[in-house]
């Protein structure tokens, strides 16, 4: 019998803090495995907003900070979330432009099936209807990523700090 008081599970995940493990781990650092399993103990957070400095997660070692560089200056810059959480837009090129839109939304994760911020471009990009992004915070105001490709999960990974200016 049904009282309505159930708890689902999924506001519980989404308020839980971060872990102190999480808080003190060093992303450029850790092997893309240590990173899905941390991302799979994360709780998913409050969708974010405004603008989150992006961090591209590819390679390991050395070239894995001349790519995030590489990616930071010629490419992607990071997201820019609505006042209210539920859309986004990517800032791309040099210029800073702001372009490839994509709703945001608790959803489950493909990874683990547990709760996590779902950025859908499925419905809003002609370019990335394909990619699925999905984020859980590691600390207050900071985001690991995941990036699935049709179904597919990518050894790409991504970081957004909502901390900084």
């Known amino acids: 019998?049904?009282?309505?008081?159930?708890?689902?599970?999924?506001?519980?995940?989404?308020?839980?803090?971060?872990?102190?493990?999480?808080?003190?781990?060093?992303?450029?650092?850790a092997a893309g495995s240590e990173l899905d399993r941390l991302f799979a103990t994360l709780p998913a957070g409050e969708p974010p907003h405004g603008f989150g400095t992006g961090t591209a997660i590819v390679g390991s070692g050395v070239g894995r900070r001349v790519a995030a560089l590489c990616a930071r200056a010629?490419?992607?810059?990071?997201?820019?979330?609505?006042?209210?959480?539920?859309?986004?837009?990517?800032?791309?090129?040099?210029f800073g432009i702001r372009a490839i839109r994509a709703d945001v939304r608790?959803?489950?994760?493909?990874?683990?099936?547990?709760?996590c911020v779902l950025l859908d471009y499925s419905t809003t990009s002609v370019v990335a209807r394909w990619v699925r992004d999905e984020i859980r915070e590691y600390a207050p105001g900071k985001y690991l990523g995941m990036v699935f490709?049709?179904?597919?999960k990518i050894?790409?990974?991504?970081a957004l700090d909502f901390t900084r200016p």
């Open 1 to 29: 019998m049904s009282t309505g008081d159930e708890d689902t599970g999924m506001t519980a995940a989404m308020e839980a803090p971060p872990t102190v493990q999480a808080q003190k781990i060093d992303l450029m650092r």
């Open 74 to 94: 010629l490419f992607w810059r990071g997201k820019v979330f609505t006042p209210d959480g539920t859309a986004l837009l990517n800032v791309i090129s040099p």
């Open 155 to 158: 050894p790409v990974r991504f």
């Open 106 to 115: 608790p959803d489950t994760s493909s990874l683990d099936d547990r709760p």
């Open 149 to 152: 490709v049709r179904g597919r």
